[in-house]
């Protein structure tokens, strides 16, 4: 019943920005881990960005002072602002929620993530 809809992705030129939402609804804790992974064509999944509940983060070190995540957790809601983009950053993000607190090793364990969105396209054009 949890459901998690990512939206924002497009087509960009590098070096330009874009900013990701992913409106969760359909569970009842507004504490736990979420985070933003993305997929490119041939390549493993991989984390983005992580956020806990107080606003803590982690970020893949590609992605380092050109993204920032937040969450408002009265509205259920998460964000990802990309900045100064490349052609790397292309690839289908995809918003998650864990089902538990812990947050700390979120990052690199995609694959212990409870719920996924559908993803949204980001393309980033040299």
């Known amino acids: 019943q949890v459901q998690l809809v990512e939206s924002g992705g497009g087509s960009v030129q590098a070096g330009g920005s874009l900013r990701l939402s992913c409106v969760a609804s359909g569970y009842t804790s507004v504490t736990n881990c979420m985070g933003w992974f993305r997929q490119a064509p041939g390549k493993e999944r991989e984390g983005v960005a992580t956020?806990?509940?107080?606003?803590?983060?982690k970020y893949t070190e590609s992605v380092k002072g050109r993204f920032t995540v937040s969450r408002d957790n009265a509205k259920n809601t998460l964000y990802l602002h990309m900045n100064s983009l490349k052609p790397e950053d292309s690839a289908i993000y995809y918003c998650a929620l864990r089902s538990y607190y812990w947050c700390d090793d979120a990052l690199t364990n995609y694959l212990r993530m409870g719920y996924w969105g559908k993803g949204t396209l980001v393309t980033i054009s040299s």
């Open positions: 956020i806990n509940s107080s606003g803590g983060t």
